[in-house]
């Protein structure tokens, strides 16, 4: 028995010891993103982009030492549990600020919890008009920053594209019916008249449906010539492969949520003719860029998305704040607000981010194209 | 388009009606809503792909393989999750089945990872994708006339099963009344489990058809189908085997006509609003008995 009190007093001894001495506390940011149910695999890509960065970091020594850490938080996607995690980044003081949400829905619902706490967000990739409006505390602040330019820009941006470009008349609108989906949908909408294009059907569906069938076949009574698939990659595949399916030959188009490679592994060649909006084009992309577009090959064995880029960028610039001005929210919050003009904006993989008064980055729209089962820039930009 | 609406609706209906035949068998000789049946939909499409990629087997070989680990999966299910709480409150089953389904869907997404996968298309033959029939404006292909061929072929398989087999037998006998099944010398627990094995390998075989049909075969595909199927189930009177098949196939065509001419964002909308009326007014389902209650 005395045996046994004499190895826990030496146990205990040697951890109060080793105490002082281990590495200091890590910087925590929070990465809060779908990381389970249906847009499990949108998460997996911010993620990916995330860790990357991070990994460089910490292999580069750190912030004076002290090792990043990322924290994921699976809100799969629902504004609900986007809420709960929310209040659960608020609560932990370790944690700095974060890269997320990914959904918009999501980041609408946590939103006013870091608005009234005080946490400062980068979204890779929420871009619904609304946060914007959302995004700043009573004295004015803004806490929720983006480094994807808005739905209302990309929606006119298409329309315009698509008119002035492709050529096109009759178009023949899907789109999710979430914040993303239908704020995308209305912006095009709206623009459409000004361009001379005609909206001539305009089909909702919800996330995880997998049968498109019957709206495509009243669709194609209207014998449109675009499809405009206001959502995204996952659903969007199988849009386009029904629709190929129906013997419907139209050209295809969408934004930022129709890009990644998994749109052609599940499309096939029905993915060919498809044009969509990105805001990176791995392509036009610089130097370092390049080597970043061909460590993440490596590492992940597929090709990098936008998604990625943007969450690599997005955590890179809050590290560079916390580098900046020490790990403290409200300091972290001064830093990427002062970012205004391009001499301090950031320059990362993306190119060069600095937002406006609201928070949002002013970004430029690139389109690509899906051609031979491949991607490849579209062979006219619009600007 | 009506035409077409209806041959969408159909396609639709016949894989509803693949996966309701599970919830309703299980349900007639247990009681038990296996809210894990729609796992066992999903799983099939992902050991089927799985067979092709990993151990290269042809589709032909690959789908009966794929059904064969889903109805071992459906027995090992029922005994280490259901038997063991086979005479305790009916609740206790019908949670621990939810837990079951949570269970496997995020065991699937360890295992294959939550990205949406494609359906290795050098294993499908090529045929599948062209046109077999087109009048006017419809459009059958190949692979919706094999999916019509396996699946009523497979109901027909079910239906002799059933009447005419001594297991069939006992099943229909087991549903009557457990107690005297086990009186008369029934080994209830087998004919159980080989009521498993029929509706794990029918919504495995759901489960590839729908992998084939659209391409794609994601871990959380199983929630949707499978409340589908139940309300199929429960709309052609839950238990009953032709209720099911029915069922499937009246909500396929309500979908597709609601989806095709009210709005697309009704459609699941149609669907549980059919389910509403027939609770409302045939409790019992279209096809299902009135029951007399046992006690």
Known sequence: MKKIVQILVAAAMTLLLAGPA??????????????????????????????????????????DGRMIEAVYLDEMCEPKEAATVASKIAQDDSIIGGVGHLCSSAHLAALPTYVRKGIPMISPTATNVTISEKNKDRDGRVWSFRDVYRDDYQGKFLARYVSEVLGLKKIAIFYENNDYGIGLKDAFSGEAGNVGLEVVGSEGYMKGTTDFTPQLTSLKSDNPDGLFISGYYNEGALIANQAKK???????????????????????????????????????????????????????????DWMSANAYDAAGMLIAAIREVGADRAKVQEYLAAMTTPEKGYQG??????????????????????????????????? | MLEQQLVNGLTLGVIYALIAVGYTMVYGVIELINF????????????????????????????????????????????????????????AALITAIGMSIFLQNLAMVIWGSRPRAFPQEAVPAFFSEQAFAFSDVTITWLHLFIFGITFSMMIGLFLIISKTRVGTAMRALAQNRTCCQLMGINVNRVISFTFVLGSAMGAMAGILVALFYNTLYPTMGYVAGVKAFAAAVLGGIGSVPGAMFGGIVLGIAEALGAGYVSSLYRDGVAYAVLIAVIIFRPSGILGKALVDKA
Not at chain 1, 249 to 275: P, R, S
Not at chain 1, 359 to 375: C, P, R, S, T
Request: charged share 20%.
């Open chain 1, 22 to 63: 281990m590495a200091e506390e890590p910087i925590k940011i929070a990465v809060p993103s779908p990381f389970s149910g249906g847009a499990a695999a949108y998460g997996d890509n911010v993620k990916a982009g995330v860790a990357m960065k991070i990994a460089e970091v910490n292999e580069a020594g750190g912030i």
């Open chain 1, 246 to 304: 129906l013997g419907m030959d139209v050209i295809k188009f969408g934004a930022d949520g129709l890009d990644n490679v998994d749109y052609i592994n599940l499309a096939k060649d029905a993915a060919d003719g498809t044009y969509m909006t990105v805001p990176f084009l791995a392509d036009a992309a610089g130097e370092d860029a390049q080597v970043f577009i061909a460590k993440f090959k490596e590492e992940t064995g597929r090709d990098v």
């Open chain 1, 349 to 383: 993989v993306t190119g060069l981010t600095y937002f406006d008064e609201h928070g949002d980055a002013q970004k430029a729209a690139y389109v690509k194209m899906v051609k031979d089962g491949e991607f490849i820039p579209a062979p006219e930009q619009l600007n």
């Open chain 2, 36 to 91: 894990a049946h729609g796992e066992i939909y999903m799983l099939g499409a992902f050991f089927c792909v799985s067979f092709i990629t990993v151990v290269g087997l042809p589709l032909w070989v690959a789908i009966p393989c794929a059904m064969i680990c889903c109805a071992l999966l459906g027995i090992a299910i029922d005994i280490f999750a259901y038997r063991p709480i086979r005479k305790a409150h009916r609740l």
